[in-house]
């Protein structure tokens, strides 16, 4: 199973535009295919962190501080997915144009690629028995171990942590 297009809009009850958009386009390349929009201003989003009743933004009003939209935690995939430095550079070309050298994308390509091929690395630390059943679906022969590997506790593996 696998999805095309998700996107998924926050809007504040009776404005049309939203604040913000986390969107997934499987073809998308350039822009992204996983990005995020932020329509808000700043006082919108603080206007709506000082209606929170609890949570952050009531703890900071208790302590007499306004909230502020930079201090809201967007999220970008979690701990194994999350964006690389060589993607931000990536950003900073596309949204700015800001100026690059000759060769500037065959190395953030192969550095992006580094990046991406470390965490899935990872994940497949993180979820072995799920790596094995792709691995065999693909017609590999995966063996278990005669002795499993210690496992962590399922609350620190940071694959599942948001």
């Known amino acids: 199973m696998a999805t095309d297009l998700a996107d998924v809009h926050v809007f504040y009850a009776g404005v049309p535009d939203p604040l913000v958009r986390f969107e997934y386009v499987r073809s998308n390349n350039d822009p992204p295919g996983a990005h995020l929009h932020v329509h808000a201003h700043r006082d919108e989003m603080a206007y709506l962190l000082r209606l929170a009743d609890k949570g952050r933004p009531k703890q900071g009003l208790k302590r007499d501080r306004l909230p502020r939209l ?91 942590w948001p």
């Open 70 to 160: 930079a201090e809201m935690h967007l999220p970008v995939g979690g701990h194994r997915m999350r964006p690389a430095l060589e993607d931000v550079l990536l950003f900073l070309v596309r949204e700015f144009a800001i100026d690059t050298a000759d060769g500037w994308k065959a190395v953030i390509n192969e550095h992006l690629r580094t990046w991406r091929l470390m965490q899935l690395k990872a994940a497949v630390r993180d979820a072995p028995d799920s790596a094995a059943r792709v691995l065999r679906a693909l017609g590999y022969t995966v063996v278990e171990p005669s002795v499993p590997a210690a496992r962590q506790a399922p609350e620190e593996v940071k694959l599942f």
